[in-house]
C-alpha cells in the first residue's frame, strides 16, 4: 500500500489489515493514525513501527473518534452524518441530510439536548425510553 513517505512495510499492512478488518478506510486512518502519533519509521523506502513491542490499547473506534472530534465543528458533523447514511452515497443525499440536520436544530436546538430530554439514565436494566 503506497503512503506519502513511504509504501507500508507488509508487516505494518498486516497489523492494520487485522485491527481493521480489511476495511480499506479505516486501513488509511489508522495508518495516518500511526504517522501523526509518530510511531512510524521510514527504513528504505517502506514505513514500519518504530517499536514492534507497540501495545495498542485503543480500539479501531476510539481512535477514529478521537480523529474526528479535531476536525472543524462542521466538518464534524458532514463525517457524522455520512457515517449514518452509510458506505455509498450521492453528494445530493447527504446535502439533504445535512439541510434537515439544521432545520431541526433552527426548531428544536441542539440535538444532544433534545435527546437527553427523550432519554432517561436506566434503572434497573430497564430501557430509559419516555
Known amino acids: 500500500m503506497r503512503r506519502p513517505g513511504g509504501s507500508l512495510h507488509p508487516e505494518l499492512l498486516e497489523l492494520l489489515q487485522r485491527m481493521t478488518q480489511g476495511n480499506p478506510f479505516y486501513i488509511e486512518q489508522m495508518a495516518e493514525y500511526f504517522r501523526e502519533a509518530n510511531l512510524l519509521k521510514n527504513n528504505n523506502g517502506l514505513l514500519q513501527l518504530k517499536n514492534q513491542d507497540v501495545q495498542m490499547n ?73
Open 58 to 130: 485503543d480500539s479501531v473506534k476510539e481512535i477514529m473518534m478521537a480523529r474526528i472530534d479535531r476536525l472543524s465543528g462542521l466538518v464534524k458533523e458532514t463525517v457524522k452524518a455520512a457515517a449514518v447514511i452509510g458506505r455509498e452515497f450521492e453528494l445530493p443525499v447527504l446535502s439533504a441530510v445535512m439541510a434537515k440536520q439544521e432545520e431541526f436544530i433552527n426548531k428544536n436546538g441542539d440535538i444532544e439536548m433534545v435527546l437527553r430530554g427523550r432519554f432517561k439514565p436506566p434503572k434497573s436494566g430497564r430501557s430509559g425510553m419516555r
